[in-house]
């Protein structure tokens, strides 16, 4: 059977042993670690609640024009795709939780039709959230970013995550072409998953 999959981002670790005289390989991939923030509806979220789904993960703030209000108009998209999907989430974490606080996140939320059980945002300590951007998920912003915005401010980027919390698909959350190809990806890890469960 000629089964397409996806490939799995930043290899952490080759874990080398000897088995029967031969050396083998085996790759230990970066997972997105462990976090506690507050969500839009005012309750604490962590990774536990994305125990056993595939998500996508992206950073903005709700004041930030153009290309967040295109990542979320995209968003929608992959909520629509997946509305029947329970498997899959979205998590969208705020650059600017000093501002955006939950009142102002389930605003927001409700002006891109959010469900909250299928798509989260997520406000907190805004160190803590920097470290999820830059070393969870392995983002990497411009230089360029202006002073008065945070860096993670300028990332267009949607982060696909399976299961077992490994990054699977990185894209450009503002290019629609680039969202079809992460909904076709999504689908092809529930297939994955699900051709694994048959087994």
């Known amino acids: 059977m000629n089964r397409f999959s996806l490939r799995t981002y930043f290899p952490a670790t080759v874990d080398s042993t000897m088995v029967a005289g031969q050396w083998k390989?085996?790759?230990?991939?970066?997972?997105?670690?462990d976090?506690?923030?507050t969500s839009h509806t005012g309750t604490?979220?962590?990774q536990k609640n994305l125990e056993g789904k595939i998500y996508v993960a992206n950073f903005f703030y709700t004041a930030c024009q153009a290309p967040c209000t295109q990542m979320s108009t995209q968003l929608g998209r992959v909520q629509d795709a997946f509305r029947l999907q329970p498997d899959v989430k979205i998590v969208s974490y705020t650059t600017k939780p000093q501002e955006d606080t939950p009142e102002v996140l389930?605003?927001?939320a409700q002006?891109?039709?959010a469900k909250p059980e299928k798509w989260v945002f997520l406000t907190g300590p805004s160190d803590q959230i920097d470290q999820l951007?830059?070393?969870?998920?392995?983002?990497?912003?411009p230089e360029s970013a202006l002073p008065e915005q945070t860096p993670q401010a300028q990332s267009n980027r949607l982060v696909l995550v399976d299961k077992e919390k490994q990054v699977r698909g990185i894209y450009d959350g503002t290019d629609a072409a680039e969202v079809d190809r992460l909904i076709t990806e999504i689908n092809v890890l529930l297939a994955e998953y699900n051709l694994d469960h048959g087994k």
């Open 44 to 46: 604490t979220f962590s």
């Open 111 to 113: 002006s891109f039709h």
């Open 106 to 108: 389930r605003a927001y």
């Open 25 to 33: 390989y085996d790759t230990v991939y970066h997972t997105v670690p």
């Open 35 to 37: 976090f506690k923030l």
């Open 133 to 141: 951007a830059s070393q969870g998920y392995r983002l990497t912003f």
